[in-house]
């Protein structure tokens, strides 16, 4: 092919390219956005990474053993996570939970800006589903626009309707997943057909219903820009070297519009070409050519566009793609992850998270025990000469039966175990208190305070739960 047939081939591309370039502009929040949706790369790994919350809706309904295998039940205060009860005493370790995941926000904006905001957020990613489903029901942009500014018509009540009725159905369902991870999936099914659910859990699921309906639908990218507070703090966590969405401007500038005829070899101006094919397909309306603005949510959508209009035109791709501004600056490459001291100082603290969370688990015990010696008196003296202590047990059952459990003790000779004799039936997912006595013959103490280990076993039928406490039992002054 001669360079002047196929700069007529590229001239018609970049004509369509052309004629289309006028319904796009800048989101100023007084209109909806009607986003140009494209395939490649990044719309590929955003759909990928937006299949993480499948597990949202579907994670409510898978079971461990005899239960729901993660059920957040509020009620009895309980946390069950495959087959571990967490109860409010191991609250530490949700704290720690909390801590990792916040540094972990931290660290990938430190070193890739938003990218929770572009490929994970629940905001983010409704809306996308929801402009899909916009897209596949009204058509592209254009037909939409068109179709927003038509009378009021049979047709476009049909599609409308439609399409509301698709995002009520898509917002019913987040309601009633949300509240699945708490009251037990199969069950609120159960309670809403039988119409027994309860108001708080009736009043959340239309709560969320609504939320969701208003945010992904109508709200879209102005919750990003009004609501959010995570894209007013992301500006203090990124720096020059965060590798972000980036548009070239050595390469791209001065950015002009092939003329009619043009030869490639003929052209004086930069890279881009003005299609603004990247603000069509920006979900925020923003033109990334301005450099990085508080609006972009760094969905990397603009990337793909550019991408696809430099192979139109037959260009490199990257004029628009993940680069720091230091490294553009500088045109040098950029300094490695592992060199930036912010990032071993957050990774630090997210592995001292994860061991204490990992440490936390490892020390659930089916059975735990807690032992209270009474103040008041400190010991009691007998007639029979021995010196007699008062224990408060405490018996923590995790289970979702009720055990029997024995106590015993060890510690000064001579020991004995008062009121303990009889089986205590642990409560499941209770604590039982029992109070126990020690008697121990005073001649037997050898100092104030003696070491003493109090005992439980737990017989579940199946297994033998043990759990110990040390102790101490104190007699007179010598
Ligand atoms: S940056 Fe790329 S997509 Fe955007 S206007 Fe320029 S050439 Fe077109
Ligand atoms: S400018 Fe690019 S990366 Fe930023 S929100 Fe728009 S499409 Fe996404």
């Given at each position: ?69 993660i059920l957040f039940d509020i009620?009895n205060r309980q946390f069950h996570i495959?087959?571990m009860t967490i109860l409010p005493?191991d609250f530490?370790m949700l ?384």
């Amino acid at each position: 092919m001669s360079e002047q047939q196929s700069s007529r081939g590229q001239q018609s591309v970049v004509d369509d390219l052309y004629a289309e370039s006028h319904h796009w502009h800048l989101n100023t929040g007084e209109e909806t956005i009607h986003a140009k949706r494209i395939g490649g790369k990044w719309r590929k790994i955003r759909w990928a990474t937006a299949s993480f919350w499948l597990l949202f809706f579907f994670g409510p309904y898978l079971q461990w053993g005899d239960r729901q295998a993660i059920l957040f039940d509020i009620p009895n205060r309980q946390f069950h996570i495959l087959g571990m009860t967490i109860l409010p005493q191991d609250f530490w370790m949700l704290s720690l939970t909390l801590l990792f995941f916040a540094l972990l926000l931290a660290v990938a904006t430190a070193m890739a800006g938003r990218v929770f905001c572009g490929f994970f957020c629940f905001q983010t990613v409704w809306t996308d589903v929801f402009t899909w489903l916009e897209n596949i029901l009204e058509g592209a942009p254009p037909k939409r626009r068109k179709l927003d500014k038509a009378p009021l018509d049979f047709n476009k009540i049909r599609i409308k309707l439609t399409k509301h009725l698709v995002w009520l159905l898509i917002s019913v369902m987040t309601g009633i997943s949300f509240v699945a991870w708490f009251y037990g999936a199969f069950e609120l099914w159960a309670d809403l057909f039988s119409l027994q659910v309860g108001t708080v859990a009736l009043a959340t699921i239309g709560l969320f219903t609504a939320g969701t309906y208003v945010l992904a639908g109508y709200m879209r990218e102005q919750a990003c820009f009004w609501l959010c507070p995570y894209a007013r703090i992301q500006g203090v966590m990124i720096d020059k070297t965060t590798v972000v969405p980036t548009y070239d401007f050595h390469r791209g500038e001065p950015r002009g519009r092939i003329k009619k005829g043009e030869k490639a070899s003929e052209r004086t101006t930069g890279d881009c070409i003005d299609c603004k094919q990247c603000i069509a397909v920006c979900p925020t309306g923003v033109d990334i050519r301005h450099g990085q603005q508080e609006g972009c949510i760094m969905c990397a959508l603009c990337i793909d566009a550019c991408d696809e209009v430099m192979d139109k035109v037959g260009r490199p791709k990257g004029l628009i793609r993940y680069e720091s501004y230091e490294a553009l600056e500088t045109q040098q490459k950029p300094k490695p992850i592992w060199l930036r001291p912010r990032v071993w100082v957050y990774t630090g603290i997210m592995t001292a998270a994860l061991i204490g969370i990992a440490l936390g688990l490892n020390s659930l015990d089916a059975l735990e025990l807690k032992v209270i010696h009474a103040r008041q008196p400190l010991f009691v003296l007998q007639s029979d000469g021995s010196i007699q202590n008062k224990y408060t047990l405490k018996i923590l059952n995790k289970m979702t039966e009720d055990v029997p459990v024995t106590v015993s003790a060890t510690g000064p000779e001579g020991l004995l175990l008062v009121d303990a004799d009889q089986e205590i039936t642990a409560r499941n997912g209770k604590v039982t208190a029992r109070t126990v006595f020690v008697r121990v013959p005073r001649e037997n103490l050898v100092q104030e305070n003696s070491p003493l280990v109090f005992r439980i076993e737990g017989n579940t039928g199946n297994d033998v739960l043990t759990s110990e406490r040390k102790s101490v039992f104190i007699g007179p002054s010598r």
